[in-house]
């Protein structure tokens, strides 16, 4: 059973408007957040994170938002530049131990 | 000069041979893993050494069998390759510090493993 879920495998942007990577989980004790764009041939890089305890973070162009109640949270890219284009996962990491739950990631294209 | 750093990068072998994937840090960090990214591209943690302690061992076979010599470094050993080992592997590290601030995990840049 996926604790951590993006529905979408992909997602098409126009470039310089805003991409918005979503992402649902299960587990109400996760307590930290995580962003992480992979390209191909390469291992994923850390993008932004957030506590439990926020629902809010930012930094430069990317912003991830906290929905506790609903248990959702979301990247928002702006504005969407070519180099984005990538595979966007997210990741959840339980208070208690070091293992990071991920997502299946999603896709994102951005066009010129 | 490379923070997490995994060797080799690509490594195709037969059935029924043994390999050994390196895995080295730079970073300082006390927490070691390998994953696996299977062909739906999911990623599944294998492994992980918290100085040079294992931490987590999810159910892989034991045909892989993780060492490590210091907390700069985690090897990964399979026995016996299969069809089914081929994937992408990747080691990363982290480093959990305290007052609720995680600073996520830093990844090698992954080995493509082809068993034919």
């Known amino acids: 059973d996926q604790q951590v879920k993006q529905n979408s495998p992909s997602l098409s942007v126009q470039e310089g408007r805003i991409s918005i990577l979503n992402c649902d989980y299960t587990n109400s004790m996760f307590d930290y957040f995580l962003w992480y764009k992979k390209y191909p041939a390469e291992g994923p890089t850390f993008l932004i994170s957030?506590?439990?305890i926020k629902d809010k973070n930012e930094d430069g162009r990317f912003t991830v938002f906290l929905n506790k109640s609903a248990k959702h949270l979301s990247l928002h890219i702006v504005p969407s530049q070519p180099g984005d284009s990538a595979v966007y996962f997210c990741a959840a990491k339980l208070d208690s131990n070091y293992q990071l739950i991920w997502g299946a990631g999603t896709k994102l294209i951005i066009k010129p | 000069d490379t923070a997490v750093s995994q060797t080799p990068k690509y490594l195709v072998t037969q059935m029924g041979n043994d390999k050994s994937i390196k895995c080295e840090q730079n970073?300082?960090?006390?927490?070691m893993y390998w994953y696996k990214q299977d062909s739906k591209k999911f990623l599944k943690i294998m492994f992980s050494y918290n100085n040079k302690e294992l931490i987590i061992n999810e159910t892989v076979p034991n045909r892989f069998s993780p060492k490590s010599p210091d907390k700069a470094h985690l090897n990964l050993h399979i026995n016996s390759l299969e069809l089914g080992d081929s994937a992408v592997y990747f080691c990363?590290?982290?480093?959990?510090?305290?007052?609720?601030?995680?600073?996520?995990?830093?990844f090698g840049s992954g080995t493509r493993l082809t068993v034919v």
């Open positions: 957030i506590s439990s």
């Open positions: 970073l300082g960090h006390d927490t």
């Open positions: 990363a590290s982290s480093q959990e510090v305290r007052d609720r601030w995680f600073s996520g995990y830093t």
